[in-house]
C-alpha cells in the first residue's frame, strides 16, 4: 500500500525559504511530483524527479526558485523553496507516477499525499 505524508509547511514572510518533504512507503522506483492548490484554483503542478533523480522538470513559475530533490535511502522527496512569493500560497501535495508518464498533469499521477499548508505573507 502506498503511503505519503507530506511535512514541512508554514508562514513564511515573502523573500524567505521554507523546505517540503515527502516521506513514502511502499513501492519503488517511482517517479515523484509535488503539485499545489490554492483557494479556488485548480491543482497545478510544481515539480518532479525520475527514480534516479537524473531528471527533474519545473513549472517556469518556480524556475530558479525552487528544487526538487530525493533521498531514496530514506525514501525521502523534498522540495527546497526560496525566494518565495505570496502567489506561492497553497496547499503542497506530493504524489508518485508509478506508470513513469513523465507528465505535469494531476492525472499522470496515481497516489497522493494529504497536503501540507504553505503561507507566504507579504
Known amino acids: 500500500q502506498v503511503q505519503l505524508v507530506e511535512s514541512g509547511g508554514g508562514l513564511v514572510q515573502a523573500g524567505g525559504s521554507l523546505r517540503l518533504s515527502c516521506a513514502a512507503s511502499g513501492f519503488s522506483r517511482y517517479i515523484m511530483g509535488w503539485f499545489r492548490q490554492a483557494p479556488g484554483k485548480e491543482r497545478e503542478f510544481v515539480a518532479a524527479i525520475s527514480w534516479s533523480g537524473g531528471q527533474t522538470w519545473n513549472a517556469d513559475s518556480v524556475k530558479g526558485r525552487f528544487t526538487i530533490s530525493r533521498d531514496n535511502a530514506k525514501n525521502t522527496v523534498y522540495l527546497q523553496m526560496n525566494s518565495l512569493k505570496p502567489e506561492d500560497t497553497a496547499v503542497y501535495y506530493c504524489?508518485?507516477?508509478?506508470?513513469?508518464?513523465?507528465?505535469?498533469?494531476?492525472?499522470?499521477?496515481?497516489?497522493w499525499g494529504q497536503g501540507t499548508q504553505v503561507t507566504v505573507s507579504s
Open positions: 504524489a508518485v507516477d508509478r506508470s513513469l508518464r513523465f507528465g505535469v498533469s494531476q492525472h499522470d499521477y496515481d497516489y
